[in-house]
């Protein structure tokens, strides 16, 4: 865990930097796993290589709070993941659990709606006329 401030920023905009590192770290290891899962030829020695590799990138930042539910839900699946590796586990066998979670995870970030609400509030008024 990080102690000192190596930009001079103050803590509001520090807060905000290891927010977005954690969060661009946590889409990281969801990548790489998925990418892993879907390449046959990955090795269950490779797979575990990596996502350590990322996991202990993750577990050197701050603490920080993640109140998107995509982003609880990330930190949450690696949790997991976390556990499933450490234990003696069949590639194969959870290969295509792990690549329907991890499909759900890419829904549930795409499921935001960017549509502004001045224009939803718009768009209703013209649809009244």
């Excluded at 990281?28 to 998925?34: A, G, M």
């Excluded at 899962?37 to 990596?50: A, G, N, V, Y």
């Excluded at 709070?65 to 590639?91: G, V």
Aim: with cysteine; glycine share 2%.
């Amino acid at each position: 865990m990080p102690q000192d401030n190596p930009y001079g920023l103050g803590q509001k905009d520090l807060d905000q930097y290891y927010r977005q590192k954690a969060i661009n770290i946590l889409e990281k290891i969801t990548k790489s796993c998925f990418r892993m899962f879907r390449d046959k030829t990955t090795t269950k020695e490779q797979l575990i290589d990596r996502f350590f590799v990322l996991k202990e990138k993750l577990d050197a930042l701050w603490v920080v709070y993640l109140d998107a539910e995509y982003h609880m839900e990330m930190r949450k699946h690696i949790e997991k993941l976390e556990n499933t590796l450490q234990a003696d586990f069949d590639l194969e066998k959870i290969r295509e659990v792990q690549m329907t979670q991890l499909n759900r995870l890419q829904k549930l970030k795409n499921k935001t709606n960017y549509k502004k609400d001045k224009y939803r509030k718009r768009s209703s008024w013209l649809d009244i006329q």
